[in-house]
């Protein structure tokens, strides 16, 4: 009995150890270098590009149950897929903006490789910061299905 007693002791010591030292650590901000050859655009260029009606689709890579809480105000939704079949409703002749939640873009990235790769798209960029960094600025966006 003794020794469980002091198993639990040590133990304790070391969870409050281990518990400190993880808070004295400070986080930084992750740094995302794109591992892919899609240019980015950022919130503001793309906010400026819907503003003067420029001839854009926005277009949101998340699943429908997440573009139906909330999207980008007019986007189109093309959710993410491992290999894209036939993006029939995404116009050739228009520039595409791509966008996700994902921390680094990885997910409205992979639909810009492909598109672009398999496809034969030219004229496609991806949302630097996302979803996220859209809702920060507090531009325009809407719920339900919108455009499909």
């Known amino acids: 009995m003794k020794n469980f007693t002091k198993l639990k002791a040590v133990l304790v010591i070391c969870i409050a150890m281990l518990l400190e030292a993880c808070a004295s650590v400070p986080t930084q901000p992750k740094i995302c270098e794109p591992t892919d050859s899609i240019p980015?655009?950022?919130?503001?260029?793309?906010?400026k590009l819907m503003?003067?009606?420029a001839d854009i689709v926005v277009v949101d890579t998340l699943?429908?149950?997440w573009y139906r809480k909330e999207h980008i105000k007019g986007a189109i939704n093309f959710p993410w897929?491992?290999?894209?079949?036939?993006?029939?409703?995404?116009p050739r002749n228009k520039l595409l903006v791509l966008y996700c939640d994902c921390e680094c873009e990885e997910t409205s990235a992979d639909v810009?490789?492909?598109?672009?790769?398999?496809w034969g798209y030219k004229n496609v960029k991806v949302l630097q910061g996302g979803w996220a960094e859209w809702?920060?600025?507090?531009?325009?966006?809407?719920?339900?299905e919108g455009k499909r």
Request: a negative charge; glycine letters at 8%.
């Open 40 to 47: 980015r655009i950022t919130a503001q260029e793309l906010k």
């Open 51 to 53: 503003d003067d009606s």
């Open 63 to 65: 699943y429908p149950y």
């Open 81 to 90: 897929v491992e290999t894209i079949k036939e993006p029939l409703i995404l």
């Open 112 to 118: 810009g490789v492909q598109l672009v790769r398999d």
């Open 135 to 144: 809702v920060k600025l507090g531009y325009p966006t809407e719920k339900g």
